[in-house]
């Protein structure tokens, strides 16, 4: 995955609802912070947090729009979007998807089921073939921590505190 690593700028989005909004913001805070090593921030946003914004696109523009519209207005070209769905068949996870293609940002799918409308439409997908929404949840969650670790050990590796010993926490 170090090819999505160049440009250093993350986007993550979310599906339509309240636990996969938490897992954006939760996932942005790993970048913006640390995941386990002390290194410097990443920019990471989740699409959901700007209640203001959400409203205002959504009575414009309707629901389906909500994300796509913020991918336009912040997605550039070699960025990386995240998009999240249990099911894959949240249309607006659908829209920002094609959104971020058209803009040139790089897609990374976390799906469920069988992948529902967003199949296919990301350049990385992650389906975790299961009926209970829980256990796609909890896979999500697992692999999105192994991304940012993969990202951390990539980029800063040799990142070392003022002991001279790595830095390292537990992320857990």
Request: aromatic letters at 6%; glycine letters at 8%; proline letters at 2%.
């Amino acid at each position: 995955m170090t090819w999505i690593l160049p440009s250093r700028r993350l986007r993550l989005h979310r599906g339509h609802r309240f636990r996969v909004t938490r897992d954006a913001q939760h996932i942005a805070a790993e970048f913006v912070g640390r995941f386990a090593l002390d290194r410097p921030a990443l920019p990471a946003l989740a699409l959901s947090v700007n209640t203001s914004c959400l409203t205002a696109i959504g009575n414009d523009y309707g629901f389906e729009e909500i994300f796509a519209r913020q991918v336009r207005a912040f997605g550039q070209k070699g960025d990386i979007f995240f998009a999240l769905t249990t099911s894959g068949k949240s249309e607006n996870v659908r829209r920002a998807l094609v959104a971020a293609k058209e803009a040139g940002v790089h897609t990374v799918a976390f799906l469920g089921r069988d992948g529902g409308a967003c199949k296919g439409l990301a350049e990385i997908e992650i389906i975790i073939e299961h009926t209970v929404t829980a256990r796609i949840q909890e896979a999500h969650k697992l692999l999105l921590h192994t991304i940012c670790e993969m990202v951390e050990e990539t980029l800063y590796k040799e990142n070392k505190g003022d002991s001279g010993k790595e830095n390292r926490r537990d992320p857990l």
